[in-house]
């Protein structure tokens, strides 16, 4: 969700649809798709979900350009650093393998 809403914002500032074009073929897009995708009239929400912007602009993107981490290791420090947290044997999949990771520190 964090990065969807980053990636709204990024195609907000890119404003007009020339500077829409142009960053989206900056960022690899076939020249056809970043056409349509810059003359779309979706939605900022929308298109923030969509493959182009979900494809070129990941995680590493907004961490690479801006510095920003990711969210879900301090989370998962903090949420553990509580004792009736900590305790839990009954976590499934992914938030059982965080607990473990975290744990093992």
């Given at each position: 969700?964090?990065?969807?809403?980053?990636?709204?914002?990024?195609?907000?500032?890119?404003?007009?649809?020339?500077?829409?074009?142009?960053?989206?073929?900056?960022?690899?897009?076939?020249?056809?798709?970043?056409?349509s995708?810059?003359?779309?009239?979706?939605?900022?929400w929308?298109?923030?979900?969509?493959?182009?912007?979900?494809?070129?602009?990941?995680?590493?993107?907004?961490?690479?350009?801006?510095?920003?981490?990711?969210?879900?290791?301090?989370?998962?420090?903090?949420?553990?650093?509580?004792?009736?947290?900590?305790?839990?044997?009954?976590?499934?999949?992914?938030?059982?393998?965080?607990?473990?990771?975290?744990?093992?520190?």
């Amino acid at each position: 969700m964090a990065a969807r809403r980053l990636r709204q914002v990024r195609w907000k500032e890119w404003k007009r649809p020339q500077t829409r074009y142009r960053n989206l073929r900056a960022l690899g897009i076939s020249e056809r798709d970043a056409r349509s995708w810059a003359a779309s009239q979706k939605g900022y929400w929308r298109v923030a979900g969509s493959w182009p912007l979900q494809t070129d602009l990941p995680n590493a993107y907004w961490h690479k350009t801006t510095g920003l981490k990711g969210f879900t290791d301090p989370w998962t420090a903090a949420r553990l650093a509580q004792p009736a947290l900590a305790d839990r044997r009954d976590l499934k999949g992914p938030a059982e393998a965080r607990l473990r990771r975290y744990a093992a520190r």
